[in-house]
């Protein structure tokens, strides 16, 4: 049987704790705040205080989470968002430790790097750029499929020793696909073996023109393991972007997209976040999915505890009601009421999709308080 604390149902009703006890003592049930009743009675208290039906609709969303355009002057140039894709065991995760280890900042942060999905390199420059951790092309696939396109560059990785296999392929199709502009990263040029020519040549099969070959796809020869070519990388992964002209405005409440999220047990639910629009302060009140919450900390790839994070910038969010899910928007609202009525409008419309029988109203309603 399910049990709620009065405080919780509070919450999530967004009434007052204090005027909930009343109503149960009225019913005949002297509890307090942090005492947990049960499903009847709540529900019962759900009615008393009239949300058996559903309040919240798809226009009170749109009043809550401000969704308006950028004027093109509040935009400021924003970091890429590079995503690796490649076959299995062509060096993905090696390539993003190597490039990892180009970051001028880690240092600084004594080396404790947490794994948090995403990480964002600082150059010698003071330039950035943003790698998602999720090289997997399911993760990639359903991002999209839930319209969370955040990618903005993929670095297809492929083996010079063991040339197109079918995963290369397939994450040829996605990139196309979504529309994302593709740099090679020819890996293991250090063996023996590689035939780099091979691998450009193999790629005219798939659409797949690069410049040596009279096209414009940029490709760069390295080595994750020998830490060469990596430079040259980073450089056509910016010139790309400069092709790009990202930008994002910065001053408007943050926006975002979950990479990967889990419910950690120290912490409760953590999400990785990554900013796409707007700053993500501290404090802030947010729906994220189905969930909503107030920041109580944000913390960055090298676990330091941080302020605000902007454009781009990925970070983890402590102080969800729950464990959303990945490709989920976040999105910073007004007040804490706003936001449960979103998340429970959220939840409902989700416990809709699962039930095909039971009626919209205190059904919903109290799945939507679980
Ligand atoms: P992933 O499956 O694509 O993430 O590939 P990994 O990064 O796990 O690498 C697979 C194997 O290839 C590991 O044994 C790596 O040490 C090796 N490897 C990765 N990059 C290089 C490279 O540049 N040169 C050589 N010789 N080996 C590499
Ligand atoms: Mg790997």
Do not use: C, W
């Not at 968002?81 to 190597?98: E, Q, R």
């Amino acid at each position: 049987p399910e049990a709620i604390t009065v405080q919780e149902l509070a919450n999530r009703m967004a009434e007052k704790g204090a005027d909930l006890v009343k109503a149960l003592f009225k019913m005949g049930m002297p509890v307090t705040m942090t005492q947990t009743i049960d499903q009847d009675t709540a529900e019962l208290l759900v009615t008393e205080f009239g949300h058996n039906i559903s309040r919240v609709s798809e226009s009170d969303i749109d009043l809550a989470i401000d969704v308006s355009e950028d004027a093109p002057d509040s935009l400021r140039p924003r970091p890429p968002v590079v995503t690796i894709m490649g076959h299995v065991d062509h060096g993905k995760t090696s390539l993003l430790d190597a490039l990892r280890g180009t970051d001028v900042v880690r240092g600084e942060a004594g080396g404790i790097t947490q794994h948090i999905g995403a990480y964002q390199v600082t150059l010698k420059d003071k330039s950035r750029i943003t790698f998602l951790d999720t090289p997997g092309h399911e993760a990639f696939t359903q991002m999209r499929a839930r319209g969370a396109n955040v990618t903005d560059i993929v670095v297809l990785v492929v083996a010079a020793d063991d040339g197109l296999m079918p995963q290369t392929i397939e994450a040829i199709h996605h990139t196309k696909a979504a529309g994302v502009p593709m740099i090679v990263a020819i890996n293991k040029v250090d063996k023996y073996e590689a035939n780099p020519q091979r691998v450009r040549e193999r790629l005219l099969e798939h659409e797949v023109v690069v410049e040596e070959m009279g096209g414009d796809v940029q490709n760069v020869e390295v080595s994750a393991l020998k830490k060469t070519g990596l430079d040259d990388l980073i450089e056509k992964i910016q010139l790309q972007a400069e092709l790009l002209e990202l930008s994002a405005n910065p001053d408007r409440p943050g926006e975002g997209t979950v990479i990967e999220a889990k419910l950690d047990k120290g912490r409760g639910p953590v999400a990785t976040v990554l900013v796409n629009r707007g700053t993500l302060r501290v404090g802030d009140v947010f729906v994220i999915g189905a969930e909503s919450g107030k920041v109580r900390a944000l913390v960055d790839d090298k676990g330091r505890q941080i302020k605000e994070a902007g454009p781009a910038m990925p970070v983890e969010v402590l102080g969800i009601s729950g464990v959303p899910s990945a490709g989920d928007p976040i999105q910073v609202v007004e007040n804490e009421a706003r936001a449960r009525e979103v998340a429970e409008y959220r939840q409902s419309v989700l416990t809709q999709k699962r039930t095909t029988t039971a009626p919209a109203s205190l059904e919903s309603m109290f799945s939507a308080l679980r």
